[in-house]
Each structure stands twice: as structure tokens, then as C-alpha cells.
């Protein structure tokens, strides 16, 4: 089982970024996928999650509006379009793959956010 996240980087107020995540070696289709992020000093923090066939979709209350998220069942792929990025949005991006009683996570992709 692998999550490989990318696309993340330095970035300025009000710039944009789009994070991947690839999946391998389980039923990609079949999983509930998430973004979480952690800031220095603080605990990890559900950003925003989709369901296995992309239908439903649910944010945090702090980037509602201006992240977006989505998949590519075909490419095993999900998504998180950012965009109107934040000086407080600076964190270690996670994606999480969970069904049930299992749960994956991706090594993370640092999104800085500084002029």
C-alpha cells in the first residue's frame, strides 16, 4: 500500500496550488479519501474528505469556500485545489485513505504559504 502525495511548495498570499495524491496496491475506488494538514505546534487537522464514488464532499469550516477537492477514480488519484491561500494554511498536507477499520496515509507535501 503506498499514498504518494505532491504539489506542494512555496507560495504566496492569494496564490493557489494543487495537491495529488496517488494511491497503489488496494481498492482505490472502494475508499473513503481525505486531506488532513498539521501545522508546527499543532495537531493534525481534518481539511477535507470525499467519498469513494466522489458524490459527497465535506471541509473544514476554515477553507470552505476556497479549497476544493476531488478524484480520479480511473487514476487513483485525488485532488485539493487551493486556492486564496493563507498565511495560516501553511502546513504539512496528508492525504488519508479509510474503509472501515483500515486506514492509510501518505508521507505529506509542505505547503508554505509567505511573501
Not at 7 to 29: D, E, H, I, K, N
Not at 54 to 77: L, M, P, Q
Request: charged share 15%; hydrophobic share 35%; aromatic share 14%.
Amino acid at each position: 500500500v503506498q499514498l504518494v502525495e505532491s504539489g506542494g511548495g512555496l507560495v504566496q498570499p492569494g496564490g493557489s496550488l494543487r495537491l495529488s495524491c496517488v494511491a497503489s496496491g488496494f481498492a482505490f475506488s472502494t475508499y473513503m479519501m481525505s486531506w488532513y494538514r498539521q501545522a508546527p505546534g499543532k495537531e493534525r487537522e481534518l481539511v477535507a474528505f470525499i467519498s469513494s464514488a466522489g458524490g459527497s464532499t465535506h471541509y473544514a469550516d476554515s477553507v470552505e469556500g476556497r479549497f476544493t477537492i476531488s478524484r480520479d477514480n480511473a487514476k487513483n488519484t485525488v485532488f485539493l485545489q487551493m486556492n486564496s491561500l493563507k498565511p495560516e494554511d501553511t502546513a504539512v498536507y496528508y492525504c488519508k485513505a479509510w474503509l472501515y477499520a483500515s486506514a492509510y496515509w501518505g508521507q505529506g507535501t509542505q505547503v508554505t504559504v509567505s511573501s
